[in-house]
Nanobody, 125 residues
Framework: QVQLVESGGGLVQAGGSLRLSCVAS????????MGWFRQAPGKEREIVAA????????YYADSVKGRFTISRDNAKITVYLQMNSLKPEDTAVYYC??????????????????WGQGTQVTVSQ
């Protein structure tokens, strides 16, 4: 059974930084793509960043390019989201996710089938 556990959320002032972590278990972590999504109140969930199984390919939403960095440590079965220059509009619940199957496009949201419980990120003015 795949389990994803996020941590690292919190309250930060605009311009600040946070690093989210997600520990995965239940299958061979290094074989699967990983992604970070977010959902703000009243909005649909959106993909923020994604990384392929090896770490050699990444994807970022336009809204976070140049500010967020996704990375993974397969030995620690962990994926990270470093968030810099945070803005109030980054406020959301952030979810770690992974596809049910190997391969496929990392930027295709519908391909993700396992989700963490989410961690709240709040950016104040």
């Amino acid at each position: 059974q795949v389990q994803l556990v996020e941590s690292g959320g919190g309250l930060v002032q605009a311009g600040g930084s946070l690093r989210l972590s997600c520990v995965a278990s239940g299958r061979t972590f290094s074989l699967y793509n990983m992604g970070w999504f977010r959902q703000a109140p009243g909005k649909e969930r959106e993909i923020v960043a994604a990384i392929n199984w090896s770490g050699g390919s990444t994807y970022y939403a336009d809204s976070v390019k140049g500010r967020f960095t996704i990375s993974r440590d397969n030995a620690k079965i962990t994926v990270y989201l470093q968030m810099n220059s945070l803005k109030p509009e980054d406020t959301a619940v952030y979810y770690c996710a992974t596809p049910k199957y190997q391969y496929g496009s990392i930027s295709y949201p519908q391909g993700y089938g396992y989700w963490g419980q989410g961690t709240q990120v709040t950016v104040s003015q």
